[in-house]
């Protein structure tokens, strides 16, 4: 099968972009979207491909636009570039796989290439449709020029991702139109150069005002837009940085609620506090006339803190949050909030915001929080400052240009998540000790050992940080935030490799104990592990959940994917250093399992949160059970789990979940349909059929367990080996990850991991079985 091309939105009548000069930083680019007093440059119709090129700066992915032909010469493309961005690889084809080794070695022979100097596998981490809009705007405030080639692909993905229908677009790329997509992403196609009246914006345009306009948007769309200055600061519901004064004790102090929520709405809480606002120009002007069904001088922006479309209504607020909404309106902001207590909230909520700059190096936790940081550095700092010119040089991370334009990733990348889980795979296949694959995986070694984090964070008592000594990041270690899983994955690879003859011990023992001593950290109460942070408080906080597009957002929450890994790291370290801290592992991991058992839903699978979704979580549990000897055999947990994989296997051997599965599980704290859902669960299709992530995913969970029937198996690998590509390659098929229940998010690695890694277990195991 060819692989598919890059192709442009073509169309754009009017020339709104001119062509300029390409420097080191976009900041300092001619040519460049400035709505601030300058010409407006033109918007190109698409940027040649054959001149972008991805730097790997030991794990800092930025791409570069090479428009000097001598520089382009010098700077050749890689295998690597050429496959992000969809452009023909000219590989030559591999021999037939007869055997699932033979796919293994196929598979890796292809994903070998992918692997980018630094020793890591990158990819595009894209989905989510709100996250390039943060970043737009951000860069519009600060008036940071946006270079035509980066416009021009802004422009081509946001057209080849609206909704063929309606022209809309939702949450993530493969949602239904809403308010909080269609009004963020028409606002950034507006700010980069496209005119109102380009057919494609006056159907996106059509579709916004058939759902309500504007005024019916989610609450990070109305503070995107108070920001950008296209509403008033009144139509956004309160986010008072007073709560960061809170002492300790109180239930629902900030440093409870999970990372990710913290590190949003404490910026959020800063910007709203000053109602700073972008300067007025003249298309904020335009966008006001152009995003409402009302005459935007007549709108009582008050009255709309809390319209919303009912598409965009996923977790609606609580009667708790609404009313103290209500008295922060109308008694505390008018009446009681003293000025000394207001500029003392952001004065620590400032002081906050410096320690996540400084401790993550601008790099920041995800481009959401980022944007907002940028923000505020240049709402306080002013134009020239330091952190400003920091924030704007790091924004170049979280973007990634593929076949379909520019796109904006969840974090900075998945680079130590996705290294981990290609070594553990070549690992599954036995070949660790074939010299053919050393000089890959040695990279990988060095990659993980440069990656640890060596020390905890300045001010981890103040700024409320986990410990995270020993760590590993799920993207670099510039980021820092240690997360259970990516600890337990990384930690595992390292151990593996290191103890394989011929590897050396890069990371050495007192490194390695270092790692534990974190991971022991994360135990929950009942036994479970979280992901950042062990759970600080329980789910009644969702009471107070203000986003409305993401449910079981505002505290951590146990995982069974998290506290497998987590398990399975903790037994893999014991085998091989049995005197270390020993009791405290075998009572963790023994609580571990324990809660991975009471985890189980009735109909025998796990609910997974990070990836889709129950067939994603129930092989993580499974592999758990395994570590501690229960299979299919001996254990009514393991068999149910088996069965229940079984009983989704569709007739062409493979299995298709769909992403709306995960949708059906909320917190269960706004009604009682959200309730009966969270207790029962659903497993739904996916409408174009068998996945091969999947399709893995189950085959390992069933290898873990020892399910018996060898045959059910070799049909899922008999789909995985068929939709194989000569080169080696697998194509990119339905979204693979999820995260708060309702958006999705992408990990092109896993169609290479999985599938590779469940062809060697089944190699290892069944070394003389046919398969086709």
């Known amino acids: 099968m060819a692989r598919k091309k890059a192709n442009g939105a ?169 308010v909080f997509g269609t009004v963020l992403n028409y606002t950034v196609l507006r700010l980069v150069g496209v005119e109102a009246d380009h057919p494609k914006m006056v159907k996106a345009r059509a579709t916004l005002h058939e759902l309500g306009g504007a005024t019916h948007a989610p609450h990070w769309a109305k503070f995107w837009l108070s920001v950008l200055g296209v509403m008033k600061w009144d139509i956004v519901n309160p986010v008072p940085p007073e709560l960061w004064l809170l002492p300790d004790w109180v239930p629902f102090a900030p440093w409870r609620w999970w990372i990710h929520i913290r590190q949003v709405f404490l910026p959020m809480g800063y910007l709203w506090s000053k109602k700073w606002q972008g300067e007025e120009t003249e298309t904020v002007l335009s966008l006001r006339k152009e995003l409402f069904v009302e005459d935007w001088d007549k709108i009582d922006f008050a009255s709309h803190r809390n319209t919303i479309h009912p598409n965009d209504n996923y977790h609606p607020k609580s009667w708790l949050l609404n009313s103290v909404n209500w008295l922060l309106v109308n008694i505390w902001n008018p009446y009681l909030r003293p000025k000394f207590l207001a500029d003392w909230a952001e004065d620590w909520s400032s002081e906050l915001i410096d320690m996540e700059d400084r401790n993550t190096d601008y790099a920041d936790l995800a481009p959401v929080n980022a944007a907002m940081n940028f923000v505020v550095c240049y709402a306080r700092d002013g ?24 796109l904006c990733n969840g974090t900075n990348g998945v680079q130590c998540w996705d290294t981990a889980f290609a070594i553990q795979a070549v690992m599954d296949a036995g070949l660790t000790e074939d010299p053919r694959w050393r000089p890959m995986l040695m990279k990988a070694l060095k990659y993980l050992d440069g990656q640890q984090i060596r020390e905890n964070v300045e001010d981890q008592a103040k700024g409320y940080r986990q410990q995270r000594k020993g760590a590993w990041a799920f993207s670099n270690k510039d980021q820092g935030y240690a997360v259970s899983d990516c600890v337990s994955e990384a930690l595992k690879s390292v151990i593996i490799l290191q103890r394989t003859p011929g590897f050396p011990s890069l990371v050495d023992d007192r490194r390695i104990c270092d790692a534990i001593d974190t991971l022991l950290t994360y135990s929950n109460s009942d ?46 370290f014991n085998k091989h250093w049995p005197d270390y801290r020993a009791d405290e592992i075998h009572r963790f991991v023994n609580r571990a399992v324990s809660w991975i058992k009471t985890a189980q839903k009735p ?32 254990s009514e947990y393991a068999k149910k789990g088996c069965d229940f994989l079984i009983s989704k296997q569709r007739e062409d051997g493979g299995w298709s979940e769909c992403y709306k599965a995960s949708q059906t599980l909320v917190s269960g704290i706004s009604s009682a349909n959200h309730l009966q859902a969270c207790e029962t669960g659903e497993y739904i299709e996916h409408p174009s059929g068998s996945q091969v992530v999947m399709t893995a995913w189950a085959v390992i969970g069933l290898l873990k367990a020892k399910y018996p029937d060898v045959e059910s198996i070799k049909k899922g690998l008999k789909l995985i080996m068929e939709r194989q590509q000569p080169n080696g390659e697998w194509l990119q098929e339905a979204i693979e990850g999820v995260f708060n229940k309702s958006c999705m998010i992408s990990y092109p690695n896993y169609k290479f991991v999985f599938p590779i890694k469940a062809l060697g277990m089944f190699a290892t195991k069944y070394p003389d079985e046919k398969v086709i």
């Open 10 to 178: 073509k169309g754009l009548e009017e020339p709104l972009l001119e062509k300029g000069s390409t420097r080191k930083r976009f900041s300092d680019v001619n040519g460049a979207v400035n709505d601030h007093g300058a010409k407006r440059p033109r918007i190109e119709d698409r940027t040649d491909y054959t001149r972008w090129r991805m730097r790997d700066d030991d794990s800092r992915h930025t791409w570069h636009y090479l428009e000097d032909d001598e520089a382009a010469k010098e700077w050749a493309q890689t295998v690597a570039d050429k496959y992000f961005l969809g452009l023909p690889l000219d590989l030559p084809g591999l021999p037939p796989a007869k055997s699932p080794l033979d796919a293994v070695k196929n598979g890796l022979t292809f994903f070998e290439k992918l692997q980018l100097p630094s020793g890591h596998w990158g990819c595009e981490y894209g989905g989510p449709m709100f996250l390039l809009p943060g970043v737009v705007i951000a860069w519009y405030v600060t008036k940071t020029p946006i270079p035509w080639f980066y416009a021009t692909e802004i422009k081509n993905y946001l057209f080849a991702r609206a909704h063929p229908e309606d022209g809309g677009w939702g949450l993530h790329i493969e949602g239904e139109s809403s």
């Open 383 to 406: 134009p020239d400052a330091e952190s400003v010119r920091r924030h704007r040089e790091r924004a170049e991370e979280f973007l990634w240009v593929k076949d379909e334009g520019l």
């Open 527 to 572: 036994g479970s592990c979280s992901s950042y942070e062990p759970s600080r408080a329980g789910p009644w906080m969702e009471m107070l959940n203000a986003a409305e597009v993401f449910g079981n957002i505002m505290v951590e929450y146990p995982y069974p994917e998290c506290t497998t890994a987590v398990v399975t790291a903790l037994s893999l």
């Open 603 to 634: 109909h025998g699978g796990w609910y997974g949160s990070w990836g889709i979704c129950f067939t994603y979580a129930t092989m993580f549990a499974l592999e758990s059970l395994a570590s501690i000897g229960e299979t299919y055999e001996n």
